[in-house]
């Protein structure tokens, strides 16, 4: 149970917005029980969660399980979650119910309560809906033991955001996970100024897996913005959504830096990518999506539109890439600046432009 009077382990406080509405400010330090601290302000309806500065030992891994929460660290080079021996066996989907260890694949997640708590690919639609309006920022999470078998040890994923709309994730680290971000069935989600070292994906964006665990027609809007992310094989990756736009974010070293399959509508624009192994970027059955004012740097492809992908085609999109613009790119040292995969599977309307080519990378 929180303890409020004792300083020792939290500090709490009411404070009073303009709008006259009582908020809940909980402030934890080292050694105290973050996930307690978030019970509490999610039972009065919303609040602040102030990590202070300092190494944090979760032991398990944080669900946010309500909206209006925000969960502050003191800076990502201050406080630090540290989920390293933090070990789950996963859930089936079904599950039967809730993880028997309280470990689930996000380390830190912005995730309803349902009957699947916080699994990778929920199999049916929150009871009470999503979530709306939580906040992760200044902190880093982190784990140091995922070498050998990554794919087995949850939490996979550092920071998530599931089933919740309207997250914002800011000036976050994440290291050591499989995953270093995902926003998974999440609408109007905000990244912004994160770091990310990943063992396979810096940032997914959207809707993975297929039947049983399709339950959502796609996830629309947000803005992913000044991420850093290197060495990892997966740059940003965006399936099955609509209106995502992705600018001013450095990727480093990624087999493909920016892919997207399935969907339409996106922007990607004033991104710098270095040293792609495959592709700057890659479009599988994407529509109107403008690629514009990016620079690119000894890459094999600048931009790849890829063949027929059936994951694509059971989120409902079958039609071939089309009515695509890649427009005002900077290409240095990029062998081959558009490469058609499949020439039988491309659409009739897509448009290049102004892209300037030379062989020197600023």
Same mark, same amino acid.
């Given at each position: 149970?929180?303890?409020?009077?004792?300083?020792?382990?939290?500090?709490?406080?009411?404070?009073?917005?303009?709008?006259?509405?009582?908020?809940?400010?909980?402030?934890?330090?080292?050694?105290?029980?973050?996930?307690?601290?978030?019970?509490?302000?999610?039972?009065?309806?919303?609040?602040?969660? /102030?990590?202070?500065?300092?190494?944090?030992?979760?032991?398990?891994?944080?669900?946010?399980?309500?909206?209006?929460?925000?969960?502050?660290?003191?800076?990502?080079?201050?406080?630090?979650?540290?989920?390293?021996?933090?070990?789950?066996?996963?859930?089936?989907?079904?599950?039967?119910?809730?993880?028997?260890?309280?470990?689930?694949?996000?380390?830190?997640?912005?995730?309803?309560?349902?009957?699947?708590?916080?699994?990778?690919?929920?199999?049916?639609?929150?009871?009470?809906?999503?979530?709306?309006?939580?906040?992760?920022?200044?902190?880093?999470?982190?784990?140091?033991?995922?070498?050998?078998?990554?794919?087995?040890?949850?939490?996979?994923?550092?920071?998530?955001?599931?089933?919740?709309?309207?997250?914002?994730?800011?000036?976050?680290?994440?290291?050591?996970?499989?995953?270093?971000?995902?926003?998974?069935?999440?609408?109007?989600?905000?990244?912004?100024?994160?770091?990310?070292?990943?063992?396979?994906?810096?940032?997914?964006?959207?809707?993975?897996?297929?039947?049983?665990?399709?339950?959502?027609?796609?996830?629309?809007?947000?803005?992913?913005?000044?991420?850093?992310?290197?060495?990892?094989?997966?740059?940003?990756?965006?399936?099955?959504?609509?209106?995502?736009?992705?600018?001013?974010?450095?990727?480093?070293?990624?087999?493909?830096?920016?892919?997207?399959?399935?969907?339409?509508?996106? /922007?990607?624009?004033?991104?710098?990518?270095?040293?792609?192994?495959?592709?700057?970027?890659?479009?599988?059955?994407?529509?109107?999506?403008?690629?514009?004012?990016?620079?690119?740097?000894?890459?094999?492809?600048?931009?790849?539109?890829?063949?027929?992908?059936?994951?694509?085609?059971?989120?409902?999109?079958?039609?071939?890439?089309?009515?695509?613009?890649?427009?005002?790119?900077?290409?240095?040292?990029?062998?081959?600046?558009?490469?058609?995969?499949?020439?039988?599977?491309?659409?009739?309307?897509?448009?290049?432009?102004?892209? /300037?080519?030379?062989?020197?990378?600023?």
């Amino acid at each position: 149970m929180l303890n409020k009077s004792s300083s020792a382990f939290v500090v709490a406080l009411l404070f009073y917005s303009a709008s006259a509405s009582a908020q809940v400010l909980v402030e934890v330090p080292p050694g105290g029980d973050i996930q307690a601290a978030i019970n509490d302000v999610c039972s009065q309806g919303g609040g602040t969660v /102030t990590l202070a500065a300092g190494i944090h030992y979760p032991g398990k891994t944080i669900n946010v399980q309500c909206s209006n929460l925000r969960l502050a660290g003191a800076g990502m080079n201050e406080t630090i979650l540290d989920f390293t021996g933090v070990h789950g066996s996963g859930l089936p989907c079904p599950p039967s119910g809730p993880s028997p260890d309280g470990i689930y694949p996000g380390a830190v997640a912005a995730t309803p309560p349902h009957s699947q708590q916080e699994v990778t690919g929920p199999c049916t639609i929150p009871e009470n809906g999503s979530l709306e309006n939580v906040v992760f920022e200044g902190f880093t999470a982190k784990r140091d033991d995922q070498f050998g078998d990554p794919t087995r040890l949850n939490p996979v994923i550092g920071v998530v955001s599931l089933w919740s709309n309207h997250t914002l994730i800011q000036n976050v680290r994440s290291s050591g996970f499989l995953i270093a971000f995902r926003a998974d069935r999440s609408d109007n989600v905000t990244f912004a100024n994160d770091v990310a070292t990943a063992f396979n994906t810096c940032l997914q964006f959207g809707e993975f897996g297929g039947p049983p665990l399709q339950v959502k027609p796609h996830t629309t809007g947000g803005s992913v913005h000044a991420i850093d992310c290197q060495n990892a094989p997966n740059g940003i990756s965006i399936s099955n959504a609509v209106g995502v736009d992705l600018h001013h974010n450095s990727l480093q070293g990624n087999q493909i830096a920016i892919q997207a399959v399935g969907g339409r509508g996106h /922007t990607f624009h004033f991104n710098t990518i270095k040293n792609s192994g495959v592709a700057g970027f890659n479009l599988a059955q994407v529509s109107a999506a403008s690629v514009h004012h990016n620079s690119l740097c000894q890459s094999p492809v600048g931009l790849r539109y890829a063949g027929f992908s059936s994951a694509a085609s059971s989120w409902g999109w079958a039609d071939p890439s089309n009515e695509n613009v890649f427009h005002h790119n900077d290409l240095h040292g990029v062998a081959t600046p558009i490469l058609i995969v499949d020439p039988n599977f491309i659409g009739p309307d897509n448009l290049d432009f102004r892209n /300037t080519e030379d062989d020197v990378c600023p």
